[in-house]
């Protein structure tokens, strides 16, 4: 399709044609013409959103839950600013956007004009690509270049800088299938050489692990059930990192609970004494590994990424698979049953004893209180209302996301988002949004902090205009929790400014904005306040008080390696764990 | 530069080809300065008005895994064509080309002209109390020659940078 059109048409017309429904967006000088364009047509649905921030982590919710790209309009200077934090948020967990964003007139480019900033020289560290568009007649190639780029190998940010002249100039426009990127061809398939010396090292392992990441999400549907079937062919325990959650099934017997800083004690015991770890879609992140150099010590790694950056960065790997992940288990469990691989029987039965031993220490264990409300009590009676439904759940950072990640088990993908790479705080709202946007029909929860939620709050605003009935289920204990924790571990428990002084009235707040407002502090009136918030048609703010002292556990101390977790049944020392070294990690 | 695994750091100079659009050299550099790596000397130049190509030549220093990182991470930009370790792929010519100026009288302005002669530099300038002259060759060799002529009434000094190309017939 070619055809003469306006520069502002040709970003609808070519968000159309990659089969946009939805975008998120705020309208401001530099964009007038797209939104415009965008007034005369019907088939890409808009969301006014209340903050730049808040369109970008929308537009992540929307990918991460649907597996699709996430759109972004934006105005120029600080619509592009505000846009910043999101960018680098989905650069992190590579999830694919689309930013467009407006500009000055070409003319104007440089002379410091009214809301004009350097948008690419600024997104340029925190997008995979970004683009400036000086000329009409690139615009629709690059719009197309963009979300082939966007979703194409590694997943990430794209941003597409258009100046208001361009959008009103006229040119002509080329449709998507008329355009093949000249250079960038990310490799899907892995080496058959090293696939076979993966499956060969893995059928003769005596102490296996899955160490699963985000990639396995990213891959799409049919990596997650390849990995289940690789897991069940093989008998051996699996782990994941807080962004692979879903992946695999927690109700699963081999299933060992999440990794790393705040895992479980069988993951990360299983991690450390390992033979042979198949790492597959994740980045060996420092919350994963804890000290790097007593990081799996007696372990061959076995590393399957689509970035080849990704390989050899942090942790030295002995067979490093690029590909996508995807393509790489099919093509190892085709290798796995050709070779008719067998694996030993009796050392896998060992194995199993020994992390049935660490399982049996129960590290995610707490103490109940009839009093106050505990934290990790909440997330359970709210994973017990929920667990049948159809639900998506979003959180912020800080104790209660980790806390969701331990006490709420996900059997699916695409189920769980969260801010893992950048840990932005405010993330959780608008990615409720956004994956409610996509999901109707759906539950969608957003577990988050009294803190945290405070950042992007106004969005609260966007999901009742839109009658997107999102929860927001705030954990309060009036602390910025996970400082609060840090302080106690590194600074002698001097609370500076960690405790949330002059908290808002929550009830009050959301009936504010039109939404519902419920309150809970008591544990035996918890389960009957959830039904309540799940009744509702009408977006919920939950307000549940809880105990204002819990810390999350278990912990790996930072500069500590795996095998010298802080477990709940030995918190005493807390101020003790971090070593001199450790205390300059973050 | 940190030890990774105790290994000491290496001098690679890597040879890139990449799209000549508006922001691409500020990617790479940006990647360098934002990761923490060094850049020891960096060249460009466009190679095909045609295709709109640039030879970008990077010398660079680091631990064997920083370099590999540094390689992986500079393919994966978009614009990026192609990187090629010209250190690892076998001898490679390497050349850079500077201007240096002396000023002196006299003897001094005998001894320059002799130094310069030896290294087979070039005057390209000369006054009654100065020279620049211009020299092409290995960095060390450019090394060399500055610190000679720097007793001499060395002045300034101009260096382009490395520009390297794999021996052979085969080109990156």
């Known amino acids: 399709m070619m055809r003469e059109m306006t520069g502002a048409e040709m970003v609808m017309q070519a968000l159309i044609d990659q089969g946009v429904e939805h975008m998120f967006g705020y309208p401001g000088g530099a964009v007038l013409p797209i939104y415009d364009a965008m007034f005369h047509q019907n088939q890409v649905k808009h969301v006014l959103v209340r903050h730049e921030q808040g ?42 956007v689309v930013c467009i964003t407006g500009q000055v007139p070409t003319h104007l480019i440089g002379s410091d004009a009214f809301q004009e900033c350097d948008t690419v020289g600024i997104t340029r560290p925190c997008t995979k690509h970004n683009y400036l568009v000086r000329d009409v007649n690139d615009l629709a190639r690059v719009l197309h270049e963009a979300f082939y780029v966007a979703q194409n190998g590694r997943p990430g940010p794209v941003v597409v800088d258009i100046p208001k002249d361009v959008q009103f100039a006229k040119g002509i426009y080329v449709g998507p299938e008329n355009i093949q990127h000249k250079t960038y061809q990310p490799k899907l398939r892995g080496d058959d050489e090293k696939i076979r010396a993966a499956v060969e090292l893995l059928a003769k392992a005596k102490k296996p692990v899955f160490y699963t990441g ?87 790694k076995i590393h399957i990424d689509i970035d080849p950056s990704s390989i050899n960065k942090n942790v030295k790997v002995d067979i490093p698979i690029i590909g996508d992940v995807k393509h790489v288990l099919e093509d190892m469990l085709t290798t796995w049953r050709g070779m008719k691989a067998e694996p030993d029987r009796r050392a896998i039965a060992s194995w199993w004893g020994e992390i049935d031993r660490w399982r049996a220490r129960k590290s995610l264990s707490y103490a109940k209180s009839p009093d ?99 929860k927001i289920f705030v954990l309060n204990n009036e602390y910025m929790g996970m400082v609060r924790q840090w302080q106690d571990l590194l600074h002698g428990g001097r609370y500076s400014h960690s405790y949330s002084e002059s908290l808002p009235d929550f009830v009050k707040l959301a009936e504010a904005y039109g939404g519902v407002g419920i309150r809970c502090s008591r544990p035996g009136d918890l389960d009957a306040a959830i039904q309540e918030m799940l009744k509702s048609d009408r977006p919920v703010l939950f307000d549940c008080i809880v105990d204002q002292k819990e810390n999350c556990l278990p912990m790996i101390p930072s500069g500590k390696p795996h095998n010298e977790m802080i477990l709940p049944d030995h918190p005493e020392g807390l101020d003790e764990a971090i070593s001199e070294e450790g205390k300059i990690m973050v | 530069m940190p030890l990774i695994n105790n290994e000491p750091a290496e001098r690679h100079t890597l040879s890139l080809l990449v799209d000549n659009e508006p922001g691409v050299l500020a990617r790479i550099v940006g990647l360098f300065s934002g990761r923490g790596y060094n850049i020891d000397s960096l060249t460009v130049s466009e190679v095909s ?51 240096i100026k002396v000023r002196g009288k006299g003897e001094i302005r005998q001894e320059a002209l002799l130094i310069a002669d030896s290294f087979r530099a070039r005057t390209v300038d000369t006054t009654l109390e100065s020279f620049v002259f211009e020299i092409t060759g290995k960095p060390e060799k450019i090394d060399q020659f500055v610190s000679l002529l720097e007793p001499l009434g060395l002045v300034e000094v101009s260096r382009t940078g490395v520009a390297a190309i794999g021996r052979g017939p085969d080109g990156m």
């Open chain 1, 55 to 96: 369109a970008v982590h929308m537009a992540e919710g929307y990918a991460r839950s649907s597996g699709k790209a996430g759109v972004v309009l934006v105005t120029s200077g600080p619509g592009a600013t505000n846009a910043v934090t999101g960018l680098t948020d989905a650069l992190l967990d590579s999830i694919p």
């Open chain 1, 214 to 300: 985000g990639g396995v999400i990213n891959s799409g549907p049919e990596a997650s059930r390849l990995l289940r079937e690789f897991a069940r062919l093989s008998g051996y325990p699996v782990t994941s990192t807080l962004m692979g959650l879903g992946a695999y099934p927690a109700s699963d017997k081999q299933w060992l609970g999440m990794l790393g800083m705040h895992g479980t004690y069988e993951a990360n015991m299983a991690m450390h004494d390992c033979d042979v770890m198949l790492c597959v879609g994740a980045r060996f992140d420092d919350r994963i590994t804890g000290r790097l150099d007593a990081f799996s010590p007696g372990s061959k």
């Open chain 1, 372 to 470: 106050v409300i505990k934290p990790q009590y909440a997330i359970e009676r709210l994973y017990h209302a929920v667990k049948d439904k159809d639900v998506y759940i979003t959180t912020e950072v800080g104790q209660h996301q980790m806390w969701a990640a331990q006490h709420f088990h996900f059997e699916e993908p695409n189920r769980w988002m969260t801010s893992g790479g950048l840990g932005t705080m405010g993330y959780g709202l608008p990615a409720a949004i956004g994956a409610q946007v996509a999901h109707p029909e759906s539950l969608v929860i957003d577990i988050a902090g009294e803190a945290s939620i405070q950042m992007c709050l106004q969005e609260l605003s966007t999901a009742l205009q839109f009658n997107l009935p999102v």
């Open chain 2, 49 to 99: 008005h045609d295709s709109r190509r640039s030879r970008i030549t990077v010398v660079t220093t680091g631990a064997p895994m920083i370099i590999e990182q540094i390689k992986s991470q500079l393919d994966r930009l978009v614009p990026v064509h192609r990187v090629v370790d010209l250190t690892v792929t076998g001898k490679a010519v390497e050349r850079e080309l500077a201007l």
